[in-house]
């Protein structure tokens, strides 16, 4: 049993939907019915009636409720006691991405006692492991249409977002691409290219805008040829393809070693906000903060 089907048990208890659930949860609905199916089959009993009205806890359901709730609770004091034992450590999750790695192996040269527990992970994940005080501080890009959503998810759970910057949206291009040797693309030609795309995201990932306001342009008619989490991967195909792909312009250090260009999409709403999740409040440790002035330096202009 994981301590997420508790806590999605817990949410659905609150809410009495798994749709309602899944706005808090900030994941889709049959993820979190799928969730839910899955601690039933292990328990071996049903813990929700499902009506035309919504949840209702079974008779089962009633009976382990409060255990879960103890569990919840108890999960985030063994958290905070182990935490408080390790010093000199900074603990953040980030998305799959090359240029915070090379910005936290920069953190270490430049500190030699530190330690570092990094955790990659959805947008969902990152904020669980920030709500529950598993990384100090969480590494987000929100598209502008997301905002608010997101915003409203995050204060229920005791976290704050703080905005770095913003960033340019991109279009990657290798040399087999008809738009290489151009200086910037345009909205309205977007739905011509084939694409190399991250797995689909609900908030959006650096190597992927999905749910970002493309203008004209719905991100859902773009043709994706091909979808993987793998760099490697995408990376030879914009070599050896004319697949490109849509991006963010932040210092990309592989690609930028390869004949790869980033062209810039013309357009108002074509940026990401980057920033950091963290509890309200809190005041970021040196290592978080030196981290923080790295990425700062690396979007300025």
Not at 131 to 158: D, M, P, V, W
Not at 189 to 194: A, G, N, Q
Not at 203 to 219: A, Q, R
Not at 231 to 248: A, K, P
Request: hydrophobic share 35%; net charge neutral; glycine share 6%.
């Amino acid at each position: 049993m994981e301590l997420k089907q508790l806590e999605f048990f817990l949410m659905c208890v609150e809410y009495g939907s798994f749709g309602k659930a899944a706005g808090k949860l900030y994941t889709s609905q049959p993820n979190v019915s799928k969730v839910i199916r899955m601690l039933e089959d292990e328990l071996g009993n049903q813990v929700f009636e499902r009506t035309g009205r919504g949840l209702r806890l079974t008779p089962y359901g009633k009976e382990i409720y409060d255990y879960a709730l103890s569990a919840v609770k108890n999960s985030k004091l063994i958290l905070e006691t182990a935490r408080a034992k390790k010093k000199n450590t900074l603990y953040i999750s980030t998305y799959q991405s090359n240029s915070i790695s090379r910005l936290l192996v920069n953190l270490y040269k430049n500190n030699k006692d530190v330690n570092i527990e990094h955790r990659q992970g959805t947008v969902e994940e990152i904020i669980t492991q920030v709500e529950h005080g598993i990384s100090e501080i969480g590494i987000l890009y929100i598209s502008q249409k997301s905002t608010n959503a997101f915003l409203n998810i995050i204060s229920r759970k005791g976290l704050e977002f703080t905005v770095l910057g913003k960033l340019k949206a991109c279009l990657y291009a290798g040399p087999n691409s008809p738009v290489y040797n151009e200086r910037t693309v345009k909205f309205e030609d977007l739905p011509r290219f084939k694409y190399v795309r991250g797995l689909k995201e609900f908030f959006s990932i650096e190597d992927g805008l999905e749910h970002v306001s493309l203008g004209p342009v719905n991100p859902e008619v773009l043709h994706s040829a091909v979808c993987t989490n793998s760099e490697h991967l995408s990376t030879n195909f914009l070599l050896m393809t004319d697949l490109v792909d849509i991006g963010i312009n932040f210092d990309y250090p592989k690609r930028g070693q390869y004949k790869i260009k980033n062209l810039p999409i013309e357009g108002e709403d074509s940026f990401l906000t980057m920033g950091y999740v963290a509890k309200e409040g809190h005041t970021l440790t040196l290592y978080a903060n030196e981290l923080i002035t790295y990425i700062q330096d690396c979007i300025s202009p």
